[in-house]
């Protein structure tokens, strides 16, 4: 019976809290891949090192390539504009306004350009909503923020 006792015990613990505690885990590694070296945050697991300084300035998609492609930081000039998958990695939905990373310093919450184009509208690119950590896409003529990326060391 005490057998029985225990499995209840276990079916019984509520979803949310393990799911909560798995995110609290989730989030602590997470977090711990990050570290900030002046205007760049590098991420030791992906080995992308991120732009952070204090850019307010909003493009569009084609201005934003170009952008990240002639941009000069930390000693470096080998930026692009990060693709989807890569600007997902830096997302943290543990927190919101701003839901990223919390080594990142300069961070809007509002949408963040990838280089990837959307499949269905080739005159629409994914974004990255930082307020939420949503996933948008958008019309490549709109003016959304900047994060350049380049591959590390």
């Known amino acids: 019976m005490?057998?029985?006792?225990?499995?209840?015990?276990v079916h019984n613990f509520p979803l949310f809290a393990f799911s909560f505690v798995l995110l609290l885990m989730f989030t602590s590694v997470a977090n711990a891949d990050f570290t900030k070296e002046g205007d760049i945050v590098k991420d030791s697991v992906t080995k992308l090192e991120w732009?952070?300084?204090?850019?307010?300035?909003t493009m569009e998609w084609?201005?934003?390539?170009?952008?990240?492609?002639?941009?000069?930081l930390g000693g470096y000039d080998d930026w692009r504009l990060p693709n989807i998958n890569e600007l997902k990695t830096i997302i943290d939905r543990s927190r919101y306004n701003p839901a990223i990373i919390s080594?990142?310093?300069?961070?809007?919450s509002g949408n963040y350009w990838s280089s990837t184009?959307?499949?269905?509208?080739?005159d629409f690119?994914?974004?990255?909503?930082?307020?939420?950590?949503?996933?948008?896409?958008?019309?490549?003529?709109?003016?959304?923020?900047?994060?350049?990326?380049?591959?590390?060391?």
């Open 2 to 9: 005490n057998k029985t006792n225990t499995t209840k015990q």
């Open 51 to 57: 732009q952070d300084d204090n850019i307010t300035d």
């Open 62 to 72: 084609q201005e934003a390539i170009e952008y990240c492609e002639s941009l000069e």
């Open 103 to 108: 080594a990142f310093e300069h961070t809007s």
């Open 117 to 122: 184009t959307y499949e269905d509208y080739h």
């Open 125 to 153: 690119a994914w974004n990255v909503y930082f307020y939420s950590g949503r996933v948008y896409n958008g019309s490549k003529g709109n003016d959304i923020y900047v994060r350049c990326v380049r591959d590390g060391q």
